[in-house]
C-alpha cells in the first residue's frame, strides 16, 4: 500500500490519509482501532471493494486474497438457494459431493440446501462465507471482525484453525483475546486516517504505548 487515502464522496474529511505499508507472507496482521474509525473502510480497499481516493494498492502476482467482510449482505443480493450458491466457488475438479460435503461442514444438511439464500440469518451468512473461503482456498485472508455471531467454543475454533493456517492473515477485531493469540503485527486506525504500525504481538504493542496488560 502507497500512500493511500480514502474519502467518501458526501463526507467532508477523508477516512484514510496517506496509509503505507508493505506485508510479508505468513505475517499475523490485527488492525485494530474504535468504532467508526475506518478499519473497515482499510479492509474493503484491500479486498478491492473500494477505489482508493488517491494512492495505491499492489499485490504480488500469484496472491490470491479471500475475503470475509463485516456485513456479507451484498453477497447474498441474488436469487439463489445454498447449493447453488456454493457452488459458484468450485474448481474444474470439484464435484457436488463437494458442495455437499461443505455445506454439511457448516451444519447446513438436507433439505437445507434447496433454502434461499436470502433468508438466512447473520449468523448463517458468516457460515457460508467460510464455506466458500473453504473451497476458494486464499493465501490471503481478509477477515473484518470474523467473530461476530460465535460463541466461546466458535471462537476458540476458529483461533486454533487460523493459528495453523499457513497463509497471510490481516483481520479486524475487538476481542482482545482473539488478537493477542493470533496477531503477529498490529495497524492502529487513528484519528485523522493515519495509521501506527507495530511489529511484535498485542501485549508487546500495549506495553510500547505505556499500558497496562
Known amino acids: 500500500m502507497e500512500k493511500l487515502s480514502f474519502k467518501y464522496p458526501d463526507a467532508s474529511v477523508g477516512v484514510l490519509r496517506n496509509v503505507s505499508f508493505n506485508v510479508e507472507a505468513g505475517e499475523r496482521i490485527a488492525i485494530i482501532g474504535p468504532n467508526g474509525i475506518g478499519k473497515t473502510t482499510l479492509m474493503r480497499c484491500l479486498a478491492g471493494e473500494l477505489r482508493p481516493t488517491t494512492g495505491s494498492i499492489t499485490w504480488v502476482e500469484n496472491a490470491q486474497p479471500g475475503h470475509m467482510p463485516q456485513d ?38 438436507g433439505d437445507d440446501a434447496k433454502k434461499s439464500v436470502k433468508v438466512l440469518s447473520g449468523g448463517e451468512k458468516g457460515r ?39 497463509g497471510t492473515l490481516l483481520f479486524v477485531s475487538h476481542d482482545r483475546q482473539f488478537v493477542e ?7 492502529e486506525v487513528r484519528p485523522g486516517g493515519t495509521l501506527a504500525d507495530f511489529r511484535g504481538s498485542y501485549e508487546e504493542y500495549l506495553q510500547s504505548q505505556g499500558m497496562n496488560t
Not at 98 to 107: M, N, P, Q
Not at 142 to 159: A, G, K, Y
Not at 181 to 187: E, S
Open 181 to 187: 493469540g493470533l496477531a503477529t503485527r498490529i495497524m
Open 128 to 166: 457460508m462465507i467460510y464455506g466458500k473461503l473453504m473451497l476458494t482456498k486464499p493465501d490471503v485472508l481478509l477477515m473484518d471482525e470474523p467473530t461476530n455471531h460465535m460463541d466461546m467454543e466458535t471462537i476458540e475454533s476458529l483461533q486454533i484453525g487460523l493459528e495453523k493456517y499457513p
Open 72 to 109: 456479507p449482505q451484498a453477497e447474498f443480493a441474488t436469487k439463489m438457494d445454498l447449493f447453488a450458491w456454493m457452488s459458484q466457488f468450485t474448481g474444474k475438479a470439484d464435484d457436488d459431493q463437494l458442495v455437499r460435503a461443505t455445506l454439511g461442514r457448516l451444519l447446513f444438511s
